[in-house]
Protein backbone atom coordinates (compact mmCIF):
# COMPACT_ATOMS: atom_id res chain seq x y z
CA UNK A 1 0.00 0.00 0.00
CA UNK A 2 1.15 3.90 -0.63
CA UNK A 3 1.27 6.48 1.98
CA UNK A 4 -1.98 8.88 1.36
CA UNK A 5 0.58 11.56 2.40
CA UNK A 6 3.72 11.43 0.60
CA UNK A 7 3.02 8.43 -1.81
CA UNK A 8 5.74 6.11 -0.62
CA UNK A 9 5.28 2.62 -0.72
CA UNK A 10 4.63 1.23 2.89
CA UNK A 11 5.05 -2.62 3.94
CA UNK A 12 1.64 -4.16 4.75
CA UNK A 13 0.72 -3.72 8.45
CA UNK A 14 2.82 -1.20 8.98
CA UNK A 15 1.07 1.17 11.53
CA UNK A 16 3.33 4.74 10.04
CA UNK A 17 4.95 5.88 7.18
CA UNK A 18 8.75 5.60 7.66
CA UNK A 19 9.26 8.43 5.69
CA UNK A 20 6.88 10.76 6.81
CA UNK A 21 5.58 9.49 9.75
CA UNK A 22 1.74 9.61 8.83
CA UNK A 23 -0.29 6.94 10.13
CA UNK A 24 -1.41 4.41 6.95
CA UNK A 25 -5.37 4.29 8.15
CA UNK A 26 -4.92 1.22 9.83
CA UNK A 27 -2.82 -2.19 10.43
CA UNK A 28 -3.82 -5.94 10.22
CA UNK A 29 -4.89 -7.74 12.96
CA UNK A 30 -1.77 -10.06 12.66
CA UNK A 31 0.59 -6.70 12.80
CA UNK A 32 -1.36 -5.66 15.31
CA UNK A 33 -0.86 -7.98 18.08
CA UNK A 34 2.59 -7.35 19.07
CA UNK A 35 1.96 -3.92 19.16
CA UNK A 36 -0.74 -3.97 22.06
CA UNK A 37 -0.03 -7.36 23.53
CA UNK A 38 -2.23 -9.72 22.04
CA UNK A 39 -1.22 -13.38 20.63
CA UNK A 40 -1.45 -13.02 16.34
CA UNK A 41 -4.16 -15.00 14.83
CA UNK A 42 -2.83 -15.46 11.11
CA UNK A 43 -5.88 -17.83 10.19
CA UNK A 44 -8.04 -14.73 11.04
CA UNK A 45 -10.08 -12.05 8.44
CA UNK A 46 -7.39 -9.30 8.42
CA UNK A 47 -9.07 -6.08 10.88
CA UNK A 48 -8.20 -3.09 10.66
CA UNK A 49 -7.24 -1.36 13.88
CA UNK A 50 -7.39 2.43 13.82
CA UNK A 51 -4.97 4.98 15.38
CA UNK A 52 -4.08 8.32 16.54
CA UNK A 53 -1.05 10.08 17.96
CA UNK A 54 -1.63 10.52 22.10
CA UNK A 55 -2.18 14.19 22.52
CA UNK A 56 -1.12 16.25 26.14
CA UNK A 57 -4.24 15.35 28.46
CA UNK A 58 -4.04 11.76 27.76
CA UNK A 59 -0.84 11.51 28.83
CA UNK A 60 -1.26 13.68 31.47
CA UNK A 61 -4.26 11.16 33.31
CA UNK A 62 -2.30 8.22 32.37
CA UNK A 63 0.61 9.64 34.49
CA UNK A 64 -1.57 10.54 37.05
CA UNK A 65 -3.00 7.41 37.44
CA UNK A 66 0.88 6.01 37.60
CA UNK A 67 1.56 8.45 40.38
CA UNK A 68 -0.67 6.87 42.67
CA UNK A 69 0.12 3.68 41.54
CA UNK A 70 3.67 3.80 42.39
CA UNK A 71 2.54 5.91 45.69
CA UNK A 72 1.31 2.97 47.12
CA UNK A 73 4.23 0.56 46.45
CA UNK A 74 6.66 3.10 47.31
CA UNK A 75 4.83 4.67 50.95
CA UNK A 76 5.66 1.77 53.24
CA UNK A 77 9.46 2.17 52.14
CA UNK A 78 9.45 5.86 52.93
CA UNK A 79 7.70 5.25 55.92
CA UNK A 80 10.07 2.28 57.32
CA UNK A 81 13.15 4.02 56.22
CA UNK A 82 11.63 7.42 58.46
CA UNK A 83 9.75 5.41 61.15
CA UNK A 84 13.64 3.48 61.34
CA UNK A 85 15.13 6.76 61.52
CA UNK A 86 12.90 8.23 64.22
CA UNK A 87 13.33 5.73 66.68
CA UNK A 88 16.83 5.81 66.27
CA UNK A 89 17.11 9.56 66.84
CA UNK A 90 14.19 10.11 68.95
CA UNK A 91 16.40 8.83 72.05
CA UNK A 92 18.76 11.52 72.11
CA UNK A 93 17.36 13.89 74.58
CA UNK A 94 18.20 17.03 72.22
CA UNK A 95 16.45 16.11 69.10
CA UNK A 96 13.63 17.90 69.38
CA UNK A 97 15.08 21.15 70.82
CA UNK A 98 17.50 21.28 68.15
CA UNK A 99 16.46 22.49 64.83
CA UNK A 100 19.67 21.68 62.69
CA UNK A 101 20.33 18.47 64.59
CA UNK A 102 16.47 17.19 63.08
CA UNK A 103 17.41 18.80 59.98
CA UNK A 104 20.80 17.36 59.34
CA UNK A 105 18.90 13.72 60.64
CA UNK A 106 16.21 14.15 58.18
CA UNK A 107 18.18 15.39 54.75
CA UNK A 108 20.23 11.92 54.25
CA UNK A 109 16.85 9.85 54.69
CA UNK A 110 15.14 12.58 52.27
CA UNK A 111 17.99 12.12 49.89
CA UNK A 112 17.97 7.99 49.86
CA UNK A 113 13.98 7.88 49.75
CA UNK A 114 15.05 10.06 46.46
CA UNK A 115 16.89 8.22 44.99
CA UNK A 116 15.06 5.02 45.75
CA UNK A 117 12.04 6.49 43.96
CA UNK A 118 13.97 7.57 40.70
CA UNK A 119 15.19 4.11 40.40
CA UNK A 120 11.61 2.67 40.74
CA UNK A 121 10.28 4.91 38.67
CA UNK A 122 12.35 4.75 35.89
CA UNK A 123 12.55 1.03 35.81
CA UNK A 124 8.91 1.07 36.07
CA UNK A 125 8.53 3.11 33.17
CA UNK A 126 11.24 1.30 31.19
CA UNK A 127 10.06 -2.60 31.95
CA UNK A 128 6.10 -1.79 31.29
CA UNK A 129 7.01 0.69 28.47
CA UNK A 130 8.87 -2.21 26.50
CA UNK A 131 6.63 -5.12 27.57
CA UNK A 132 4.34 -6.66 25.53
CA UNK A 133 1.55 -4.23 27.19
CA UNK A 134 3.79 -1.41 25.41
CA UNK A 135 2.31 1.00 28.40
CA UNK A 136 2.31 1.55 31.99
CA UNK A 137 -0.83 0.75 34.41
CA UNK A 138 -1.77 4.48 33.14
CA UNK A 139 -1.38 4.08 29.63
CA UNK A 140 -2.87 0.66 29.46
CA UNK A 141 -6.15 1.74 31.18
CA UNK A 142 -6.50 4.76 28.45
CA UNK A 143 -5.88 2.69 25.10
CA UNK A 144 -2.43 3.95 24.89
CA UNK A 145 0.79 2.39 23.56
CA UNK A 146 4.42 3.62 23.51
CA UNK A 147 6.16 2.73 19.79
CA UNK A 148 8.93 3.22 17.60
CA UNK A 149 8.40 6.00 14.46
CA UNK A 150 7.88 2.81 12.82
CA UNK A 151 4.91 1.84 15.14
CA UNK A 152 6.89 -1.41 16.66
CA UNK A 153 7.19 -2.95 19.98
CA UNK A 154 10.52 -0.81 21.64
CA UNK A 155 13.31 -2.31 23.75
CA UNK A 156 13.84 -2.17 27.24
CA UNK A 157 17.21 -0.18 26.15
CA UNK A 158 14.80 2.44 24.16
CA UNK A 159 12.60 2.62 27.28
CA UNK A 160 15.58 3.14 29.09
CA UNK A 161 16.75 5.89 27.25
CA UNK A 162 13.32 7.86 26.68
CA UNK A 163 12.95 7.77 30.61
CA UNK A 164 16.24 9.28 30.88
CA UNK A 165 15.47 11.75 28.76
CA UNK A 166 12.50 12.84 30.13
CA UNK A 167 15.30 14.75 32.65
CA UNK A 168 15.42 17.12 29.72
CA UNK A 169 11.96 17.61 29.47
CA UNK A 170 12.21 18.61 33.66
CA UNK A 171 14.90 20.62 33.19
CA UNK A 172 12.99 22.93 30.44
CA UNK A 173 10.29 23.87 33.32
CA UNK A 174 8.03 20.92 31.55
CA UNK A 175 7.41 22.80 28.36
CA UNK A 176 9.28 19.36 27.31
CA UNK A 177 6.06 17.30 28.38
CA UNK A 178 3.70 20.31 26.76
CA UNK A 179 5.37 20.03 23.55
CA UNK A 180 3.48 17.04 23.50
CA UNK A 181 -0.16 18.95 23.00
CA UNK A 182 1.57 21.41 20.03
CA UNK A 183 3.78 19.26 18.06
CA UNK A 184 2.44 17.29 14.12
CA UNK A 185 2.99 14.23 15.97
CA UNK A 186 2.04 14.25 19.92
CA UNK A 187 5.48 14.44 20.83
CA UNK A 188 6.98 15.59 24.19
CA UNK A 189 10.32 16.61 24.07
CA UNK A 190 11.88 13.32 25.28
CA UNK A 191 9.82 11.24 22.13
CA UNK A 192 11.67 13.66 19.90
CA UNK A 193 15.25 12.30 21.48
CA UNK A 194 14.28 9.02 22.00
CA UNK A 195 12.52 8.23 18.11
CA UNK A 196 9.06 7.35 19.87
CA UNK A 197 5.61 7.99 19.68
CA UNK A 198 2.85 7.37 22.10
CA UNK A 199 -0.46 6.31 20.29
CA UNK A 200 -4.15 5.79 20.77
CA UNK A 201 -6.38 2.86 19.70
CA UNK A 202 -8.80 4.92 18.58
CA UNK A 203 -11.42 1.90 16.76
Known sequence: MFCSKCG??????????????????????ASAAPVYGGAPVYSAPAATVQVAYAGFWLRFVAIIIDVIALAVVTFPIRLAIFGMLGIHHA??????ERPDVMLGALLPALMFTAG??????????????????????????????????????????????????????SLTLFIGYIMAGITAKKQALHDMIAGTLVIKQVS
Open 91 to 96: MRPTFG
Open 116 to 169: INFVINLLYFSFCESSTWQATLGKKALGLAVTDMQGRRISFGHALGRNLAKIIS
Open 8 to 29: TNVAEGVAFCPNCGQATGGVTA
